[in-house]
């Protein structure tokens, strides 16, 4: 089992940058497919991007701008954010789930959540 705590939200503008980080107690992150997601208001919890052993994948709507990273010796996982658009505003939430063959994109695929935390990009 393993805890997850994000930190690092905040309001920012547009074409600011933001780092996440997302600190894992119990069991080591890379144990694990890592994964972020985001829920803005009124829609669904989409996959955002996520790392399985050494590879990465990520949403159309963040490639370029997003970079998902891990540290093993500090247990976390961190998602570095630039050129922020307001469209990105949502709560971002870190998962951990089971290592498999494949990313896994979908919520329900992620066993472990941390509690959120609000990224919110003024215009």
């Known amino acids: 089992q393993v805890q997850l705590v994000e930190s690092g939200g905040g309001l920012v503008q547009a074409g600011d940058s933001l780092r996440l980080s997302c600190a894992a107690s119990?069991?080591?992150?890379?144990?694990?497919?890592m994964g972020w997601f985001r829920q803005a208001p009124g829609k669904e919890r989409e996959f955002v991007t996520g790392i399985m052993r050494s590879i990465t994948y990520y949403a159309d709507s963040v490639k370029g701008r997003f970079t998902i990273s891990r540290d093993n010796a500090k247990n976390t996982v961190y998602l570095q954010m630039n050129s922020l658009k307001p469209e990105d505003t949502a709560v971002y939430y870190c998962?951990?789930?089971?290592?498999?063959?494949?990313?896994?994109?979908?919520?329900?695929?992620?066993?472990?959540w941390g509690q959120g935390t609000q990224v919110t990009v003024s215009s």
């Open positions: 119990g069991r080591t992150v890379s144990s694990y497919t």
């Open positions: 998962a951990a789930g089971r290592l498999g063959v494949a990313m896994k994109r979908s919520r329900y695929e992620y066993d472990y």
